[in-house]
Nanobody
Framework: QVQLVESGGGLVQPGGSLRLSCVAS????????MQWYRQAPGKQRDWVGF???????FYVDSVKGPFTISRDNAKNMVYLEMNNLKHDDTAVYYC???????WGRGTQVTVSS
């Protein structure tokens, strides 16, 4: 059974930074393309970016530069480093493997002064 557990969210001021983590189990993590999504209040869940098994990354245009995805295959973990956060980045953030339909509960990020 695939399990994904996100953590690291919280309340941060505009311009601040957060590092989100996601630990995966029930999959062969090293061969998964891992993705990050986010869902703002009242909006649909949107794709943020992905990291391939070899470490290549790709992002939606709105987060290119401030956001960085990385992974640690030895720990079955994927990370989302977020810098220069804006009010519009407020959302619940989720990680997902491209090869399964499973979702975790997400982690809440709130950007507010």
């Amino acid at each position: 059974q695939v399990q994904l557990v996100e953590s690291g969210g919280g309340l941060v001021q505009p311009g601040g930074s957060l590092r989100l983590s996601c630990v995966a189990s029930g999959i062969i993590f090293s061969i998964q393309t891992m993705q990050w999504y986010r869902q703002a209040p009242g909006k649909q869940r949107d794709w943020v970016g992905f990291i391939s098994p070899s470490g290549n990354t790709f992002y939606v245009d709105s987060v290119k530069g401030p956001f960085t995805i990385s992974r640690d295959n030895a720990k079955n973990m994927v990370y989302l480093e977020m810098n220069n956060l804006k009010h519009d980045d407020t959302a619940v953030y989720y990680c997902k493997s491209s090869q399964t339909d499973s979702w975790g509960r997400g982690t809440q990020v709130t950007v507010s002064s």
